[in-house]
């Protein structure tokens, strides 16, 4: 084992920090972890984390191959397992032209299958399906001992719960096995609409949006006045082969997904602000239809457009750029009102705005997802952001709610107590699970995830 000390940031670029990074595999990751200093350990996917959830300053950070050498298949079940080092990517290459779709994928395919389920993603199928943990059957993690165990939710619900959403802290998962969607086709069946300000939207999906298994919307969070939070909302299935053009029929499983252009290496500034997002939004909410249904599209086009872009974080330039995502719940609508009137009112630009409707939450303590409204956000790193933030917080907790650890770069550890009430709980769970206090982030100790109760 080779362990190479590298300088390592999350998506979002904005707190990278030095480690040992090292390559590991199921047959080494126990020594690995042994074999860790003061600095602790922490396992590390594909760096999809916005803020500093895969990064362990000064200590180590392991990682797994992404092949698809690790999938194995079984039809009868519908079920699929899969090496934790397998990208989302992967898994959808190897099994969608079998008939085979993800339970759960984000706005990005390039996730590991460890880090959905640390990170407990959900996508826009939430309000019906849950996230990524309640697809999960099992799942084996090294713990802080090197002992190799098989989680499940039903012989071991604390540890097993404890791991989805714990953010690594709880061990290393090697590997899971997860349910998987039956599909007909690798395309959509779509349904878009415009909605004129906020309340038209919350009403459009408060009413519809059980109709649907996916859905979605875009929010203009630069308009003001009776436009504020005009959207576009989209909604879709899986679609059938009937419901395909006859020359679509020939191959209705085919994906190859591709990119159309990456960003360059350097770009010395950031080519997002204001007035280029403001062009952006006029021309994205004009150029949606007004209403329009059934409009077949591809897989990657409907749950992964950002990907056609390599890199694309590096548009922000070298400040980098952080993600605030918080759910209110339900019932909540004033203050998501509000907070959408705090953000128009500062002006900071965001060129990636989505609004969400959460379903039932899951058992994990720190399993983001709550029963409301999640909207999520892309903001150029600067430091004026810092007290408009800040206030958020504080109204995201007045209404019960809280942020997204995977996507935080930058909240308080008494801010995430306050919004994580069962933290105590996971802090005890994590302890019988790694005595030692071995695995540990930047995360961890910047929010306190990895001191004692």
Do not use: C
């Amino acid at each position: 084992m080779v362990a190479d000390r590298q300088v390592l940031s999350g998506w979002g670029g904005t707190a990278p920090s030095s480690a040992l990074l090292e390559a590991v595999d199921p047959t080494t990751v126990a020594e690995a972890i042994r074999s860790s200093n003061g600095r602790g350990v922490i396992a590390r996917g594909l760096g999809r984390s916005y803020g500093d959830a895969a990064q362990n300053a000064g200590g180590l950070v392991v990682e797994f191959g992404h092949t698809s050498d690790h999938i194995v298949l079984d039809r009868d079940a519908s079920t699929a397992t899969v090496s934790a080092g397998v990208s989302l990517d992967v898994l959808m290459r190897a099994l969608i032209p079998h008939g085979y779709f993800v339970p759960v994928t984000p706005g990005t395919r390039f996730v590991s299958i460890g880090g959905a389920i640390a990170a407990d993603i959900h996508g826009k199928n939430h309000h019906v399906d849950g996230s990524f943990g309640s697809s999960v059957l099992s799942l084996d993690l090294v713990d802080g001992t090197g002992e190799t165990r098989t989680l499940d939710p039903v012989t071991t619900p604390r540890e097993f719960w404890a791991t989805v959403g714990g953010m690594g802290l709880t061990g290393v998962i090697v590997a899971a096995t997860i349910t998987m969607r039956r599909v007909e086709t690798s395309r959509m069946t779509v349904d878009t609409e415009r909605a004129a300000n906020l309340d038209e939207l919350l009403t459009i999906m408060a009413d519809t949006d059980d109709r649907y298994t996916y859905s979605v919307a875009w929010i203009d969070l630069l308009t003001r006045g009776r436009a504020m939070g005009r959207s576009v909302l989209t909604r879709g299935e899986h679609a059938t082969v009937d419901e395909l053009k006859p020359r679509q029929r020939r191959h209705p499983l085919d994906f190859d997904p591709g990119q159309l252009l990456a960003a360059p290496d350097l770009i010395p500034t950031s080519l997002i602000g204001p007035l280029s997002i403001r062009a952006f939004n006029e021309v994205w909410f004009r150029k949606a239809p007004k209403v329009r249904r059934g409009e077949i599209t591809s897989l990657g086009g409907f749950f992964h457009p950002l990907d056609g872009v390599g890199a694309w974080n590096r548009l922000y330039g070298p400040r980098g750029f952080l993600q605030y995502q918080f759910v209110v719940p339900f019932g909540a609508e004033d203050v998501l009102r509000e907070a959408v009137d705090r953000i128009t009112s500062a002006g900071h630009a965001s060129f990636l705005a989505v609004l969400k409707r959460f379903g039932s939450g899951n058992a994990g303590p720190l399993s983001f997802p709550i029963p409301g409204w999640t909207l999520a956000l892309d903001l150029p790193a600067d430091q004026s952001l810092a007290p408009m933030l800040d206030r958020l917080d504080d109204l995201v907790v007045s209404a019960g709610g809280r942020v997204y650890l995977a996507k935080d770069s930058r909240a308080s550890a008494s801010t995430i107590a306050a919004m994580y009430p069962r933290l105590d709980e996971f802090k005890a769970v994590r302890d019988e699970m790694d005595p030692g206090r071995r695995f540990t982030s930047d995360l961890a100790r910047r929010l306190n995830l990895t001191e004692g109760p």
